[in-house]
């Protein structure tokens, strides 16, 4: 028998001994075919889908070498039938590709004339072909060629597009390294993915995304737009861009809510583009405002559904997507393969945290015990007050305090989503609180505060979730989370976990409501976070009321 | 039957005829009285018929040989026409000399061709089962069978070279004269040489077979100087003669000339090589071990579901698509591979219909014994089953004559020859040698030229069956034929042990994780793994499992009567490990609540109706122990906890029952349930499985009834004296002894009538409750009811 660090279950999940003399190297061998689904201390899981395949397709890997890495690494023997699928499902990339063809333009081309015919017949592919040009080829009206990728995925014949992209506009953008250097990675990222064309680059939360943004620029020396997830995090790109490129203030616009401006390089939100007056997309123009060369799309895993269309007829022009994980809530990663294209980097997580590049860090769950009188007045509260009622309890103050008064000297950020709790928080704590109705310029101001360390404990309610950077918290407080997915919400909160200039690690707790709905939310950021490798651990409120 | 037939048949030795017996089993099922009879069996059409089947294309072809050239026939002549249908040189002459001499040898071992080297005659019957030998058309004298003889005269006189009325050697017989004339190579050769390109053409279509055609007006009265198409060109030659209103076939004789002197066209004297992809044995045997685990896995899984939530049984039989989708979504598995693996369980006894009057498919008491055995004996219990079931799993899902889905389990996906091409497919397996996967379509041609015979869609999707099926079941890994696939198509025991040190060893340990899953890095030990099945739930399956702790499952285990300090002694015992800090808080948090809900429902408590009764226990000593409090006269609360309680009771000679608040009993459990019904016989064994001795006893039985038969034996006398009596067990044992030995016994016997006789015995053979033995009582073969014989005694 084998003993190799990978156990290979029915389900194509592989299970990675983590602590193996070989678990490095089998990591390697794996991730270009399996995506990590979580990482706890000592069994790592990846998932082999047919997406993931297929990404390694692309990337250059063939069925021989997922196999051989299956059975090399593999402790016990792997099923037949799962080898055959493997080889199967990789062997449906790219017998059909996109190309360029000198005299019919866009045409669809095969290896396998058996392949085409089926799509053919698909009554959804049809409308989207022109004539037959001989026996393999077919040519594809050139506004449907997204589309036709996507639709060719469904049917589980991914197209390789190779038909290539318009350079758009040319621009200047150089990279500054002024006292900075791009990083290992991000560079390999950067260069990965010009290589590959268009494709989506996975870097864990904290790792320098912005970055990556900017070396692609940087290959690309065109103009460039910007999708972000809103507009704090659109002005973080410009700061960012401002201070690593060559780019001026006048070169970056900035089209927003706001301000609707349109430079060589324009950042945009997902919500501006997405907005709607009478049934129709006010800002559709701005695809065409100018020849854009390159798209850059932050936070791919969040892309809403619009985006995805409008995106459908951007195939000519180059793409690049940033995330930290290809997993969907909504379940589209295929729209993500197809449309944004394949993952061209994906970086090793627990390398990048060994290096140092991201903090290590620590998740306490403090578990406070409601008062006799909560507990009665929460079994009475209608149904939708619970969670409210639960996590706004005025004993959680006390224990915030607490924890508050135990880190003194450090950078605390306490997040909650009820404004009332927050207020009263702030007041106890004399910190200050930035919520929805804080202006925008107020909210930089204390950020930029909390930056140089002039305040040490802000109060922030979901607002500053998203897309934010605050890269000296070294702790934060949840009081109070939202309801949604607990691959959003952890996402989120996983967004304060980044590197400390002080190297130490990151401290986040989050204070829950004993035998209540908060303690039900709490499971599952628990699960998310253990999966994620965090430590975890969970305390008693009395413990730390007491330890004071 | 000829005479000289039955007269060589005896001239064969004993050893001879073992090996025809063995080679053609059906000819003693039932045993012949003596070799006359044999003779007559082994000249029937239907074993004639079943006997060619088995033969390779070569040997085949030598018979076609025999069938077509004029007997008797020198196996020189055989040689030299086959030696112009091969390339030259290729094989030499002495390997054909050998390889003709084995085939040869083969149809004499087999009864088909009899007579020595220099005069060779195939069996009677056998030119009448050759329909088409070699695809040639009937002789000549046939195709103008029903001519009439003035047309017949027309023929001659339009073919003949000379004056039409030149009579032959053949007499009056214009038929005779006609099938001379054609037998002429030269005349033959003027005939075709005469026709226009087009007949020429069709001439050739038909030469090399099937000899026959179809045309309106078959028996139209062409002339040659009439003949207008090409098919009249023909015809008025009697190149092409009707057979029926719209047939046509081809003489034999003008096909042999148009053959040019030989009988076969691509004549291969050895077997196509099977070719493929070549792989490491030691990865295959891997790969196909890994597959054998999951199946073995795939069959409990499918009992384990199936126990606890039953399909329902159609009112036809077998199983609705519904429920075979759902159960190939519960197993993972493509619903081909699943319904193998319904088919396959179901052939192996493990699940029957049964339950409410037989309306539901439910494992099965074998399971119970099935699952408890090794992997290892799973599998090839399993494997074992499967070669040789009757059923075809992988017809499952396609349309019947009706155009019906097949369904899985139901009485229609019975295939006779299914074990049989499951065997003859694997034997190819075998023959390509370690490390080599030989293509589908080199195992077709290997199988095509093995049995030529066999052939047809149905087969061919068997083979395609059995390949896919071979490598579900992990017989065979990456196509290629695995060790213990091997050893288990070759009927060899050790096929389990070859399986075992490949399987995954059973681990006593899990790693616990902080996300609060448990992974067991192998099977686990039969202990451990129904405790975790009890407090934790499965998550994925395969080589490890993934067990996932969560609020829930704790409980359970606490239902269970678990004691959170038990729960986390028990996983502190067998993690590597410490417990993360998340799982234990879980666990005491859980057991925290647990607690409370337990005062108020699952609680300790004792109630009776009879007061009396509660007396008794609180004054019995042995309940001192459980703390027993007295809540109302018919209530007694108690802080031990409601397991032990039960038990404690229970030791006390009570039989106390647990209840919920409503007084409910409860039942934390699902009780997996079993059928009654037996499980269906096994396919019958194969008929070429004969054993050695009971070949030998029948050759014995066969040339001992064919002395009497020739000597006309008078029957001996029956003896005197007391009728023999023995005990039952003595009587079989004795006979057992004279089998075995080949002497004869001396038995008494109640008769059909009721009357008690004696007889003279030479036993053959002994199943399924009678003696078949030569009676020299009565000189004749005789079965014999055992429970009727009264007892049995040896004769010196």
Same mark, same amino acid.
């Given at each position: ?101 000198p005299v019919h333009g866009l045409v669809l081309t095969t290896t396998d004339k058996a392949v085409l015919e089926e ?101 690309a020396q065109a103009t460039t737009l910007i999708l972000v997830t809103n507009t704090v995090s659109a002005h973080q ?312 | ?55 390779? *294309? ?400 149905? *087969?061919?999707?068997? =083979? ?116 993360p800090q998340p799982l234990r808080y879980l666990v005491s948090d859980v057991a925290r609540r647990h607690g409370r ?69 409860? =039942? ?47 029957? =001996? ?74 007892? =049995?005694?040896?004769?010196?």
């Amino acid at each position: 028998m084998n003993d190799g660090p990978l156990i290979v279950q029915s389900d194509k999940t592989l299970l990675l001994e983590a602590e193996h003399a070989a678990a490095d190297a089998c990591r390697k061998a794996i991730a270009p075919f399996a995506e990590l689904e979580r990482a706890p201390e000592h069994v790592h899981t990846y998932r082999v889908t047919p997406l993931a395949l297929w990404n390694a397709r692309a990337a250059g890997h063939d069925a021989e070498q997922v196999i051989d890495a299956l059975i090399t690494y593999s402790r016990y023997p792997v099923p037949h039938a799962l080898l055959v699928d493997v080889a199967e499902t990789m062997a449906r990339y790219g017998r059909l590709k996109l190309e360029k063809h000198p005299v019919h333009g866009l045409v669809l081309t095969t290896t396998d004339k058996a392949v085409l015919e089926e799509v053919l017949r698909a009554k959804k592919i049809k409308p989207m072909l022109g004539e037959r040009v001989g026996d393999d080829a077919v040519i594809v009206h050139p506004s449907e060629r997204g589309t036709l990728k996507q639709a060719l995925l469904k049917l589980g014949w991914p197209a390789e597009d190779l038909a290539g992209y318009v350079d758009g506009e040319h621009h200047p953008i150089a990279l500054a390294e002024d006292g900075w250097t791009l990083r290992p990675y991000q560079r390999e990222a950067a260069d990965a993915f010009w290589h590959g064309g268009s494709g989506v680059v996975v870097l864990p939360c904290g790792a320098g995304k912005t970055i990556v943004g900017a070396a692609a620029m940087a290959h690309a020396q065109a103009t460039t737009l910007i999708l972000v997830t809103n507009t704090v995090s659109a002005h973080q790109w410009k700061q960012e861009l401002l201070r690593r490129t060559t780019l001026t203030e006048d070169e970056i616009g900035e089209y927003t809510g706001a301000k609707k401006e349109i430079r060589p390089v324009t950042i945009a939100t997902y919500q501006v583009m997405t907005t709607k007056r009478q049934g129709v997309y006010r800002h559709l123009e701005l695809f065409d405002a100018r020849d854009w060369g390159l798209i850059v799309y932050d936070e791919v895993h969040l892309l809403p559904a619009p985006i995805f269309r409008m995106t459908a007829d951007l195939q000519a022009r180059r793409r690049v997507g940033l995330t930290a994980t290809l997993v969907r809530e909504d379940g589209r990663e295929g729209d993500v393969f197809s449309l944004i294209g394949p993952k061209r980097y994906d970086a090793p997580w627990k390398e990048m945290e060994n290096q140092g590049w991201i903090a290590p860090a620590d998740c306490v769950e403090v578990r406070v015990t409601l008062t006799d009188e909560e507990r009665l007045a929460y079994a009475m509260a209608e149904s939708e007050e619970r969670y409210r009622f639960c996590s706004t309890t005025p004993t959680k103050t006390r224990v915030t305090e607490a924890l508050v008064r135990r880190h003194v000297g450090e950078q605390v950020l306490v997040i909650g989503q009820y404004i009332d709790q927050l207020d009263e928080l702030g007041e106890h704590l004399g910190a200050p609180v930035i919520k929805g109705e804080t202006r925008v310029r107020e909210r930089e101001r204390l950020f930029q505060a909390f930056r140089d360390k002039e305040i040490q404990v802000l109060v922030v309610s979901k607002v500053a979730n998203f897309s934010i950077d605050l890269p000296e918290a070294s702790v934060a407080i949840q009081v109070s989370g939202t309801f949604g997915s607990r691959q959003e919400e952890a996402q989120r909160l996983g967004r304060v976990l980044r590197p400390k200039s002080g190297g130490g690690g990151a401290r986040f707790y989050s204070v829950v409501s004993r035998d209540t709905v908060d303690q039900d939310f709490a499971a599952h950021r628990q699960r998310f976070l253990a999966e994620q490798g965090y430590a975890y651990q969970i305390v008693d409120a009395d413990d730390v009321l007491a330890g004071d | 039957m000829s005479a000289e037939f039955a007269e060589w048949l005896r001239g064969r030795d004993d050893g001879q005829l073992r090996a025809l017996v063995s080679a053609r089993p059906e000819l003693i099922t039932p045993v012949p009285a003596h070799l006359a009879g044999l003779a007559a069996r082994a000249s029937s059409p239907s074993a004639i018929g079943r006997a060619l089947d088995r033969l390779d *294309r070569f040997t085949l072809a030598a018979v076609e040989a025999l069938a077509v050239l004029p007997p008797p026939t020198p196996v020189s002549e055989l040689r030299a026409l086959f030696r112009r249908a091969l390339p030259d040189g290729d094989p030499s002459s002495s390997e054909l000399e050998s390889l003709l001499a084995e085939a040869v040898e083969r149809l004499r071992t087999m009864a088909l061709a009899y007579g020595p080297d220099d005069a060779l005659e195939p069996a009677p019957g056998v030119r009448e089962v050759l329909d088409a030998p070699a695809g040639l058309g009937p002789p000549a004298v046939e195709v103008f069978r029903h001519y009439a003889p003035e047309r017949l005269d027309e023929l001659i006189a339009d073919i003949s070279p000379g004056s039409p009325d030149s009579s032959g050697s053949s007499g009056d017989d214009p038929r005779a004269r006609l099938a001379e004339l054609l037998a002429a190579p030269e005349t033959v050769d003027r005939l075709v040489a005469e026709v226009s390109p087009q007949a020429r053409a069709a001439l050739d279509e038909l030469a090399w077979g099937p000899p026959t055609g179809r045309l309106p007006k078959a028996r139209r009265e062409v002339r040659v100087a009439t003949a207008q198409s090409p098919i009249e060109q023909l015809l008025a030659r009697a190149l092409l003669g009707a057979t029926g209103e719209e047939t046509v076939a081809l003489p034999r004789e003008v096909a042999l000339r148009l053959r040019g002197g030989r009988l076969h066209r691509d004549l291969s004297p050895t077997p196509p090589p099977l070719t493929g992809a070549e792989r490491p044995q030691s990865l295959s045997d891997r790969t196909a071990a890994g597959q054998a685990f999951t199946f073995a896995g795939s069959v409990e899984e499918l009992c384990e579901r199936w126990s606890v939530d039953p399909p329902g049984v159609l009112r036809t039989g077998g199983l609705s698509v519904r429920d075979l989708k759902r159960t190939s979504q519960l197993l993972e598995l493509p619903e081909w591979s699943a319904a193998l693996v319904i088919e396959v369980a179901f052939a192996a006894g493990l699940i029957a219909a049964g339950g409410s009057a037989d309306g539901e498919w439910l494992p099965t008491p074998a399971y119970d014994a099935w699952r408890v055995r090794a992997t290892e004996d799973r599998w090839a219990s399993l494997a074992a089953t499967w070669l040789a079931m009757d059923r075809a799993p992988g017809l499952v899902g396609e349309r019947d004559d009706r155009d019906r889905l097949r369904g899985a389990l139901h009485p229609d996906l019975r295939r006779n020859a299914a074990p049989e091409v499951r065997a003859t497919t694997l034997a190819v397996l075998a023959a390509a040698g370690p490390g080599l996967a030989p293509t589908p379509e080199s195992v077709r041609a290997r199988l095509a030229w093995e049995q030529p015979r066999r052939r047809g869609h149905h *087969r061919d999707q068997l =083979v395609e069956f059995t390949l896919r099926e071979a490598e579900q079941i992990g017989l065979t890994g990456l196509g290629v034929l695995s060790a213990h696939g091997r050893a288990l198509a070759a009927g060899d025991p050790a096929a389990a042990k070859l399986l075992a040190p490949l399987l995954p060893e059973p681990v006593d340990h899990v790693l616990l994780q902080a996300d609060l899953t448990a992974v067991a890095p192998g099977p686990l030990t039969g202990e451990l793994r129904r405790w975790l099945m009890l407090a934790a739930d499965v998550e994925s399956t395969g080589g490890a499992t993934v067990y996932r702790f969560g609020e829930e499952s704790v409980r359970r285990a606490l239902d269970a009567g678990q004691g959170a300090d038990e729960l986390l002694a028990m996983l502190e015992r067998h993690s590597a490990a410490p417990v993360p800090q998340p799982l234990r808080y879980l666990v005491s948090d859980v057991a925290r609540r647990h607690g409370r809900v337990r005062v108020g429902t699952a609680s300790a408590y004792i109630r009776c109706d009879d007061p009396a009764v509660l007396d008794q226990v609180l004054a019995d000593r042995r309940a001192a122990p459980l703390r027993l409090r007295r809540l109302a006269p018919t209530v007694i609360a108690s802080r031990s906890s409601r397991a032990t309680l039960v038990d404690s009771l229970r030791a006390m000679g009570y039989a106390p029952v647990a209840e919920s608040l409503d007084g409910d009993v409860i =039942v934390s459990q699902l009780d997996a349930r079993r059928t009654d019904v037996a499980p269906p016989a096994r396919a019958s064994a194969v008929v070429n499985a004969l054993d050695d001795d009971v070949v030998a006893a029948a050759v014995r039985a066969m040339r001992a009834g064919d002395s009497a038969h020739l000597a006309r034996l008078t029957p =001996v006398k029956e003896p005197g004296g007391p009728v023999p009596r023995s005990p039952n067990t003595a009587t079989i044992a004795l006979l057992q002894e004279a089998i075995r030995q080949g002497t004869r016994v001396w038995i008494g016997y109640v008769d059909g009538q009721g009357n008690a006789t004696s007889r003279i015995l030479e036993p053959a053979r002994m199943e399924g409750g009678y003696l078949t033995a030569y009676d020299e009582t009565r000189a004749a073969v005789h079965r014999f009811a055992l429970h009727r014989i009264t007892g =049995v005694s040896g004769l010196t």
